[in-house]
């Protein structure tokens, strides 16, 4: 099978990297160096791409992914050139979203959790990104917000309040990574970029290698899609486990 036939799309956050750390080099050199001359290779995240930076050693990676979709695809990078991007703001009006934020922020304000920091709301382009412990924490209270959020579903609680109070607003809600949620109107989810990729080339075989696969996770959608073969993950080590099995394919394929 010819490199063209073949695109490998990848969650970040769990799956390339641990949850908001660098890709290890070892990792990285591996999918530069042996899988991309075999196959074409993407990212697709939640975060924006300031934040991919951050995780996969800078802007390089506009020059060594083929495509890459920050904010759940809605925004499409190819070949390092941003070819499109769709807008929370004019798809939703400002005074929906002023209500949205005004009611978060008044939840947060009595919402009883172990710490708070900083930055507990991000308007992206594409999603509105909720942290009930606010993104500023450290790592250990990253890991103590956590360890609380499985034991008492803060997140999961809060997703269902905002669901009764804006049933009357077409939004779905997403939990990613460790210590927040992803809000954005139906269909916005990682599948979005499906409809760019399957335009743009005419691939054989689309994999997606994703962690938060079950219902709710940000990579649900996307991972159960009929257009993928969806691989489940739980870290970077088992995603190159799998990647190394499929090499191999690739490399009697070709």
């Known amino acids: 099978m010819k490199r063209e036939e073949i695109l490998l799309l990848f969650d970040v956050d769990g799956t390339l990297t641990l949850p908001r750390s660098v890709i290890e080099p070892s990792f990285e050199a591996f999918l530069y160096d042996r899988l991309k001359p075999k196959a074409t290779i993407g990212i697709v995240g939640g975060a924006d791409l300031e934040k991919m930076f951050e995780q996969l050693n800078g802007e390089k ?14 925004v499409q990078i190819k070949q390092g050139v941003e070819v499109g991007k769709q807008s929370l703001l004019n798809h939703l009006g400002e005074a929906t979203i002023q209500r949205f934020i005004n009611f978060v922020l008044r939840y947060l304000a009595d919402l009883q959790v172990p710490i708070k920091r900083g930055t ?17 924490c450290s790592w250990s209270e990253r890991q103590l917000f956590a360890e609380y959020d499985r ?28 210590i927040s949620f992803d809000v954005f109107p139906r269909g916005w989810d990682k599948t979005y ?15 997606f290698f994703g ?11 996307i991972y159960s899609d009929s257009r ?7 870290s970077p080590d088992e995603t190159r486990l799998l990647l190394e099995a499929l090499e191999e394919r690739l490399h009697q394929d070709q």
């Open 61 to 74: 990676i506009l020059k060594e992914f083929d495509y890459i979709f920050p904010e759940n695809g809605l």
């Open 120 to 136: 507990f709301l991000e308007f992206r382009n594409g999603m509105m990104n909720v942290c009930p412990v606010g993104r500023q």
């Open 151 to 178: 034991k008492h579903g803060v997140r999961e609680k809060m997703i269902q309040d905002l669901r009764r109070e804006f049933a009357d607003v077409d939004l779905t809600y997403s939990i990613g990574g460790q």
């Open 193 to 207: 970029c499906l409809d760019f990729v399957s335009a743009d080339g005419d691939f054989k075989e689309i994999h």
């Open 211 to 221: 962690d938060k696969t079950d219902p709710g996770g940000n990579d649900h959608e």
């Open 228 to 234: 993928v073969i969806g691989h489940k993950v739980q």
